[in-house]
């Protein structure tokens, strides 16, 4: 018995081998950025930025969340966004971005 919902286009072997690549090219790079003292002022905002797109490589293609249903889609990404909001309120509430030590 054939389901025809169940059954979803996935990517091919080929997707995965260079989604891989891409993952380790891209560490490479953060490997490379962190050596580099010219790119010390930056260096954590790079650094957070590459691994934001490789959790995304990692999340749409090896945990299927781009082939997924859209409700999985907002059950992940829901949470996360409401995380990151909460991350960057606490970091702005103890001066962190203002370059002070905080609230003592």
Known sequence: ME?????????SVKTYLIVAAVLGIITAVEVMIFY?????????????????????LVVSFFMHLK??????RGLFVGPLAVAIVI?????????????????A
């Open 3 to 11: 389901n025809s919902a169940a059954e979803h286009a996935h990517t």
């Open 36 to 56: 580099m003292d010219a790119l010390t002022p930056v260096l954590v905002p790079l650094l957070l930025t590459l691994s934001a797109a490789k959790f995304t």
């Open 67 to 72: 082939y997924d249903s859209k409700i999985f």
């Open 87 to 103: 991350i960057l309120a606490m970091l702005a509430l103890f001066g962190v971005f203002n370059g002070g030590g905080g609230a």
